[in-house]
């Protein structure tokens, strides 16, 4: 099969538009553990896109507050200074993903593109609020990445479209990432939680992952947690942590499966958010730029 390699992103565009059914390959990491098991038959052609610049940088927009991230940016790029300090929950998450070599090759856009719910990058894009760029021959649109992600590994792309990039808000507050899987290193996640506490709109954003069909949003613990933190050290009584690892597990979907129980799963949401939560004092209230 024929593989076409572009080295811009008009080109990768063009040859989309060419080949509006093309198989898109960034670092392969899930592709082609899809491919070898028999899971998928790549189309009759692969847009291989690890030569396109555009995908691989990122760049700030200190006027609008924000990092804007290529797909094609790896994990190990995200935890490379400055992007691990400007994005530490991404980097947390980047830290959990595989081994060196997946991180190496792994890319976010691929992650999202896979969007599974037990990607670790997932819960971190929707609890940070950031938006995905989409590009096509046709032009660009942008959208939030809970409208990209519309269910079980199916995301908003349309035939030509390629994800462009994603942009964050830089806020200044807390924001982390934890895990739980079978063991401590290579691992899918059996339940993971992002938490982000914007210090200067006060909001809350709590998202869990691989304990729903989707990552999922948690409102309730969102706002029982917004109405009664002390912005301005980032602490809460014990007593309101522990109403949000509750609210958080309630609001969780577990199924129980190959990996684990539903049961533990929804006591492990709990425990993530509260260990989040406590996590939080002492993190900059300032905006990084
Ligand atoms: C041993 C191993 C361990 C792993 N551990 C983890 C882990 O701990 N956590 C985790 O989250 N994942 C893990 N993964 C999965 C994988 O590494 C990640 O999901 C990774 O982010 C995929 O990125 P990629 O660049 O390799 O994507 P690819 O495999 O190249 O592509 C994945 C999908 O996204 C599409 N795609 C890629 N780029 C774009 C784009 N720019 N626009 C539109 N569609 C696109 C592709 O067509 C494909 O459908 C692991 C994989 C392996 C093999």
Redesign the pocket.
């Known amino acids: 099969m024929p593989v076409l390699v572009p080295t811009s992103l008009s080109e990768a565009t063009d040859a989309l538009a060419a080949h509006p059914d093309a198989?898109?390959?960034?670092?392969?990491?899930?592709?082609?553990?899809e491919i070898n098991d028999g899971h998928r038959r790549p189309a009759n052609t692969v847009v291989s896109?690890s030569a396109v610049g555009e995908?691989r940088s990122w760049r700030i927009d200190a006027d609008a507050g924000t990092v804007t991230i290529g797909?094609?940016v790896?994990?190990t790029d995200l935890l490379a200074e400055p992007l691990a300090s400007l994005l530490p929950a991404l980097a947390e998450a980047s830290r959990?993903?595989?081994?060196p070599q997946?991180r190496n090759?792994?890319?976010?856009?691929?992650?999202?593109?896979?969007c599974?719910p037990?990607?670790?990058?997932l819960p971190v894009l929707a609890a940070c609020d950031a938006t995905v760029t989409?590009a096509s021959a046709r032009g660009s649109r942008t959208m939030p990445v809970t409208e990209f992600m519309v269910g079980v590994k199916r995301t908003a792309?349309q035939p030509g479209?390629?994800?462009?990039e994603m942009t964050f808000p830089l806020a200044g507050g807390f924001q982390g990432y934890a895990k739980v899987g079978v063991r401590n290193a290579?691992?899918?996640?059996v339940a993971s939680a992002c938490l982000h506490l914007d210090a200067g709109a006060r909001t809350v954003g709590l998202v869990l992952g691989s304990v729903g069909p989707t990552i999922l949003r948690c409102p309730s613990a969102e706002a029982h947690l917004a109405e009664r933190l002390d912005w301005s050290t980032l602490t809460a009584p014990p007593e309101v942590t522990d109403r949000f690892g509750e609210l958080a597990a309630a609001e969780s979907r577990p199924i129980t499966d190959h990996r684990s129980t539903a049961e533990y799963r929804r006591h492990a949401v709990g425990v993530l958010a509260r260990r989040l939560l406590r996590r939080a004092p002492g993190a900059r209230r300032e905006r990084v730029v």
């Open positions: 198989t898109l390959l960034a670092g392969g990491t899930d592709l082609m553990v896109l995908l797909a094609g790896t994990y959990t993903v595989g081994s997946i090759a792994g890319t976010l856009g691929g992650n999202l593109g896979t599974s037990a990607g670790d990058g989409v792309i479209e390629l994800i462009h290579m691992v899918i996640a």
